[in-house]
């Protein structure tokens, strides 16, 4: 049974920080790519991050988001976070934890069917 679940979601200001986690169960960790998904109401579902989980752990970023928020992982753990600082408006979304083997061999990393497995999602709402 594979399981993705987020969670850490929550209300911040603007400038303020959120750290998102996800946990995982049932999924093998050679060649997987972990991501982090967003959508906002009205809007497709967008990339923000992801991390490879490799010795290497690959990190991508999308522009929106760069210099901002981490993606990171704790092997031991199983779980994936994301640490949100400097949050602005545009970032009110449903955040979405999702992993592929798929992304981690043939790229695409940014796509979101190239992925497997998602969460529930965990509201991330900014206001100033």
């Known amino acids: 049974q594979v399981q993705v679940v987020e969670s850490g979601g929550g209300l911040a200001q603007t400038g303020g920080s959120l750290r998102l986690s996800c946990v995982t169960s049932?999924?093998?960790?050679?060649?997987?790519?972990m991501a982090w998904f967003r959508q906002a109401p009205g809007k497709e579902r967008e990339f923000v991050a992801a991390i490879s989980w490799s010795a290497t752990r690959t990190t991508y970023y999308a522009d929106s988001v760069k210099g901002r928020f981490t993606i990171s992982r704790d092997n031991a753990k199983k779980t994936v976070y994301l640490q949100m600082n400097s949050l602005k408006l545009e970032d009110t979304a449903v955040y979405y934890c999702?992993?592929?083997?798929?992304?981690?061999?043939?790229?695409?990393?940014?796509?979101?069917?190239?992925?497997?497995?998602w969460g529930q999602g965990t509201q991330v709402t900014v206001s100033s």
């Open positions: 049932g999924l093998t960790f050679s060649g997987l790519m």
């Open positions: 999702a992993a592929s083997s798929r992304a981690y061999y043939d790229g695409g990393y940014y796509r979101a069917d190239q992925y497997h497995y």
